[in-house]
């Protein structure tokens, strides 16, 4: 489904203006720092969870500030989480963390550190 992920850096007093597409879900994640949503404060490690109505938001920055805006199409499936595991349903969690425990899910290729001048 569609998404947009944005990384939004703010140097204090800095503002701006973000247009969200209209039935989607969006979340805006403070990373760093401190902002205003609309007028209303978020500090760090504070996730703000957007309606669907489809509109412009503003974000402004009352210090430095690190933020992460992410929005997309819903779904429309059950979601289940688990630790890294999201799945859509208890089942499909109990799969994933057996085929992770019996090294189904891959390994990642070995490689030979090469030096120069042998």
């Known amino acids: 489904t569609p998404m947009n992920v944005w990384d939004l850096r ?9 247009s969200l597409p209209g039935g989607w879900s969006a979340a805006l994640v403070v990373l760093r720092g401190n902002v205003r949503v609309n007028d209303d404060a978020a ?14 938001i503003s974000v402004s920055a ?6 992460l805006l992410l929005a997309g199409e819903p779904i429309d ?3 289940v989480g688990h630790g890294p595991f999201v799945m859509n349903s208890e089942a499909e969690i109990r799969q994933a963390i057996a ?6 899910f891959g390994e990642l290729a070995s ?8």
């Open 10 to 18: 703010l140097t204090r007093g800095g503002r701006t203006r973000l």
């Open 111 to 118: 490689y030979t550190s090469l030096t120069s001048g042998s």
């Open 77 to 79: 499936e059950p979601l």
């Open 99 to 104: 085929d992770f425990s019996s090294g189904r």
């Open 43 to 56: 500090g760090e490690a504070q996730l703000v969870v957007l309606d669907r109505a489809g509109w412009t």
């Open 62 to 67: 009352d210090s430095d500030a690190t933020v």
